[in-house]
């Protein structure tokens, strides 16, 4: 039997309440036989019996589907009652009644909550029996919506155990890959930038002073690479950017965040016009990680002979941050995607790294209550960050 089919038979039989059923359905009607049936266009199956009359099927058992009532039902979807075949003016010449020697029989379709039909549960005797009355079909009917009921359960229950099976096996796996990122790999790159800080306070002639740069500078950008990978990690893993909110007062930091990048890239000129003498509610580690992200988005794709525009300050009761350049416009299709992790705002060679800068921006702005926007022309290309003030904070 495949594997699916064997399932749905096994499915029934974990329905506790299914041998009741046919007990209440061969004591109710006088019938000597009554199963639940898994019918396929090709397969009849018995998924579970009561058998008083030594018709001889077991659970698992089979018929063949064609010889069957219960291949006509699959298709119609509607029950079929019959009180006594020799005498039943569409049943009289049927080959069933008289292949499985039966004169009353009584089946109802079992359909599931999305309308796949499941089987029967049907039931049949030698002798004619009074089936056709109100009282019996809504029976049929009523047991029929139960089992189905209890399929679609089953099915819920089982797949939300799978869900939390692989939910414990993702959260191991976060924190497996959370910890080999900040300590196995961070704590040797911090070793090796520790030395070339050292190197670099060693009197050195120019050529072993450039490499001592080289290696701090790499250690510095693999060291930034493995932060985003951790934020990677927290927000698609875990349950999201951690951030820290309480007042603070952002201009030093963020004046701190342009510093640094102007050092690396001092070819580069970096117009900032910042507003920010109150405190703002916000966790500024990761305020100043945003505004870094996004200049240097900028400087990656901006032209390089125009410079960077930052502004920063409250406005309309909103905190803000916008960071614009010139240069080419960021595609409407890329735009779609922008914030993904792993899309870079552009597909030239060369630039960018493993585009999750916007990406963690996105992130920060979220947990943070605002919104991160941009808007792409030939003239400009600007990201803005926006996030309301709360009546808890401070500026108002």
């Not at 063949?64 to 009532?69: F, L, N, R």
């Not at 309480?246 to 001092?266: F, G, I, W």
């Not at 779609?336 to 792993?342: G, N, S």
Request: net charge negative; glycine share 6%.
């Amino acid at each position: 039997m495949p594997n699916d089919l064997q399932a749905d038979v096994d499915a029934v039989s974990r329905i506790e309440a299914v041998p009741t059923i046919l007990e209440v359905v061969c004591r109710t009607t006088g019938m000597g036989f009554a199963a639940v049936a898994r019918v396929t266009e090709d397969r009849w199956i018995a998924c579970s019996v009561r058998d008083e009359i030594a018709f001889g099927l077991q659970p698992g058992g089979e018929l063949k589907v064609e010889t069957t009532i219960c291949d006509e039902i699959r298709q119609n979807r509607e029950a079929v009652i019959i009180n006594h075949a020799d005498e039943d003016e569409v049943y009289c010449r049927h080959p069933t009644p008289a292949m499985y020697g039966f004169q009353s029989y009584i089946s109802m379709p079992v359909t599931l909550r999305d309308g796949t039909f499941f089987g029967t549960l049907c039931a049949i005797d030698p002798r004619p029996a009074k089936l056709n009355t109100p009282e019996t079909i809504g029976m049929f009917k009523l047991f029929a919506e139960l089992i189905a009921f209890q399929i679609d359960a089953n099915e819920r229950l089982a797949a939300s155990e799978a869900s939390l099976f692989d939910e414990r096996n993702t959260s191991v796996l976060r924190d497996q890959f959370i910890a080999v990122l900040g300590h196995d790999l961070r704590n040797p790159l911090h070793a090796v930038s520790s030395a070339a800080e050292m190197l670099e306070r060693t009197p050195l002639d120019e050529r072993a002073m450039r490499f001592a740069r080289l290696i701090k500078a790499a250690a510095d950008r693999a060291s930034a690479l493995i932060e985003n990978l951790m934020d990677l990690a927290r927000g698609r893993l875990g349950g999201g950017i951690p951030a820290n909110r309480k007042p603070e007062v952002l201009e030093p930091a963020l004046m701190h965040v342009l510093a640094e990048l102007r050092t690396t890239s001092p070819d580069r000129v970096i117009d900032a016009q910042l507003s920010l003498t109150e405190p703002v509610n916000c966790d500024v580690g990761r305020i100043s990680q945003l505004l870094s992200n996004l200049v240097a988005n900028a400087l990656a794709y901006g032209r390089r002979d125009a410079p960077i525009q930052v502004r920063a300050g409250v406005f309309d009761g909103n905190f803000e941050i916008s960071v614009s350049n010139t240069g080419d416009p960021i595609p409407p299709t890329a735009l779609e995607h922008l914030f993904e992790p792993f899309f870079p705002a552009t597909h030239q060679s060369g630039q960018g790294g493993l585009g999750l800068g916007l990406y963690i921006a996105s992130e920060i702005a979220k947990v943070h209550g605002g919104t991160l926007l941009v808007a792409s022309s030939p003239d400009e290309t600007r990201f803005t960050f926006r996030m309301p003030l709360g009546a808890s904070d401070p500026i108002r």
